[in-house]
T-cell receptor, first 113, second 115 residues
Framework: KAGVTQTPRYLIKTRGQQVTLSCSPISGHRSVSWYQQTPGQGLQFLFEYFSETQRNKGNFPGRFSGRQFSNSRSEMNVSTLELGDSALYLCASSLNPAGDTQYFGPGTRLTVL | DQQVKQNSPSLSVQEGRISILNCDYT??????FLWYKKYPAEGPTFLIS?????DKNEDGRFTVFLNKSAKHLSLHIVPSQPGDSAVYFCAASAVGSGNTGKLIFGQGTTLQVKP
C-alpha cells in the first residue's frame, strides 16, 4: 500500500505571497492532520480533517487554512506569508481520528524569503 | 506549557547495548502514546504505540513502558543497531476527551548508536 504523499517537496516563496500544499493519505484513511515543524517550536499541530470537515484546530493564525476533498485528499493554504512561516509542513493520515496511529508523509519544506 | 517533555536532547550508546529513551507528560487526559523515529528532512516514521490501559507493549526490538502514576513512558531498543541512529519523538493524544486527530509531541531525543 502506498504511503502518504505530499506535493511539492520543496517550495520557495517571498513574503506576502500565498501557498497551497497538497496531501494524499494512505488509501482507505479518512483522517488527515497537518503539522508544522520548526527548530524553535518543534512539531506543532495545525488542524485535522475527517469526512471533509475540520474537527480540530491548533493555535495558529487564520492565515493558515485547509480543506479536505471527498476522496480524503487534503490541501492546506497559507496566505500573506511571513518569514516565520518557513518550516517543514507535515501531513499525517489515519483510519479514523479516534485513537488511531497517524502515518506521516515526507513533508513539504517551505522557505519564505 | 509543554505537555510532553523529552528531557534528554541526546543519547549515545554502543552497538548491541540497550537504548532507553524517556518521556514525561503533564496532562492526565492523555490516553494514547506513540514513538516516532525521524531523519532530517523526512517525515516521522511510526515505531510503536501504547494505550493508557496497558503498561507495556512490545514489537520486535522495541518495547514501550507506561507508568501512569508517574506520567512517564520510555522506549527500550534492544539490541541497538547503527541504523537506529535518528531523532526519536514521543507523542501523546487525548482522544477520549474529544481532542481528535491531534498529537502533542516532545522536543525529540537524538540517538547515536556507535559501531
Amino acid at each position: 500500500k502506498a504511503g502518504v504523499t505530499q506535493t511539492p517537496r520543496y517550495l520557495i516563496k517571498t513574503r506576502g505571497q500565498q501557498v497551497t500544499l497538497s496531501c494524499s493519505p494512505i488509501s482507505g484513511h479518512r483522517s488527515v492532520s497537518w503539522y508544522q515543524q520548526t527548530p524553535g517550536q518543534g512539531l506543532q499541530f495545525l488542524f485535522e480533517y475527517f469526512s471533509e470537515t475540520q474537527r480540530n484546530k491548533g493555535n495558529f493564525p487564520g492565515r493558515f487554512s485547509g480543506r479536505q476533498f471527498s476522496n480524503s485528499r487534503s490541501e492546506m493554504n497559507v496566505s500573506t506569508l511571513e518569514l516565520g512561516d518557513s518550516a517543514l509542513y507535515l501531513c499525517a493520515s489515519s483510519l479514523n481520528p479516534a485513537g488511531d496511529t497517524q502515518y506521516f508523509g515526507p513533508g513539504t519544506r517551505l522557505t519564505v524569503l | 506549557d509543554q505537555q510532553v517533555k523529552q528531557n534528554s536532547p541526546s543519547l549515545s550508546v554502543q552497538e548491541g547495548r540497550i537504548s532507553i529513551l524517556n518521556c514525561d507528560y503533564t496532562n492526565s487526559m492523555f490516553d494514547y502514546f506513540l514513538w516516532y523515529k525521524k531523519y532530517p528532512a523526512e517525515g516521522p516514521t511510526f515505531l510503536i504505540s501504547i494505550s493508557s490501559i496497558k503498561d507495556k507493549n512490545e514489537d520486535g526490538r522495541f518495547t514501550v513502558f507506561l507508568n501512569k502514576s508517574a506520567k512517564h513512558l520510555s522506549l527500550h531498543i534492544v539490541p541497538s543497531q547503527p541504523g537506529d541512529s535518528a531523532v526519536y519523538f514521543c507523542a501523546a493524544s487525548a482522544v477520549g476527551s474529544g481532542n481528535t486527530g491531534k498529537l502533542i509531541f516532545g522536543q525529540g531525543t537524538t540517538l547515536q548508536v556507535k559501531p
